[in-house]
C-alpha cells in the first residue's frame, strides 16, 4: 500500500524469487488510503485478483494512493528480504523479510543450528533506536530506553518533531508548537532521571489555526510515546 500522493511510487524488489502480481490498483488524490482501508475494500470483495496468466515480478511500482496484491511461492526456502528500490527508504526500515521453511530446510553451508553470532545484537531492554518518521504510520508508536540514550527520528523532507504535554499529545494539540517543516533527522536523548517517565511527541505540520490541531498527529498517526 502507498499511501501518499506526493512522494514516489515506491518499487518493492523481492528476493529469492519471482512473485506473481494477481491485483493492483489506485484511488483519486482525495481519497485517504492505508492499510486499513485497503483491508475493509478487500473484505468487502471490491478488490479483484487476477489468476488467469498474471505477470511474473521480482520487482513492482506501486502506485501512490493505491496498492499491489501479489503471490509469491514457497518453494525456496530461507530468509528473504522484500524492500523498496530507492535507497534512503531502505535505509529508513521500508523492508520485510520473508521466513519460507525452517533451519532444517534451508541451505545454511557450514553453518550449525544456533551458534552464537559474531556480533551481539542490540538490547531490546532500553538501547539507542529509531522511529521511522512519515505520514501514514500505524498508530500507537512506543519506544523504551534507558536513562541517557537517543532516539532518532528519521524523515526525508516535510516533517517534524515537538515534544508536549500527555493531555496534547492525546488530542493532536500543536498549539504554540513548530508547525514548519525541516530536513532530516531529529535526535533526542533521554534525560538521565531514576524514576521510569514517559515523553511525547508528534509532527506539528498540517497545522489547523481554528482547532489546533496537527493534521499529520491526528490523521497521519504521526505521534510516538517514549518511556525512560
Sequence with gaps: VDPD?????HPIHQHGGWYWVV???KYNNSQ???RNFIMHQDNQGSLKRNFDYPPAKDTIQVPQKGYVIFRTKLDNAGTWIFHCHINRHVE?????????????DWSTGPLKNNAKCETKPPSPTGSSTTINWFYGMQPGTYRCVAPGMTVTFIWEKG????QLIEADYNRCILKDQFHQPTTGSFVWRAPTTTEPKDYFFACGLGYDKVTHIGGHCKYGNM???IRV
Excluded at 500522493?5 to 511510487?9: G, L, Q
Excluded at 521500508?94 to 525452517?102: F, H
Excluded at 516533517?159 to 515537538?162: E, F, G, I, S, Y
Design 5 to 9: 500522493n506526493e512522494a514516489a511510487a
Design 92 to 104: 529508513i526500515g521500508m523492508a520485510g523479510v520473508l521466513q519460507i521453511g525452517e533451519w532444517e
Design 223 to 225: 505521534n510516538a510515546r
Design 159 to 162: 516533517h517534524n518533531v515537538n
Design 23 to 25: 491485483g493492483m490498483g
Design 32 to 34: 485517504t488510503v492505508n
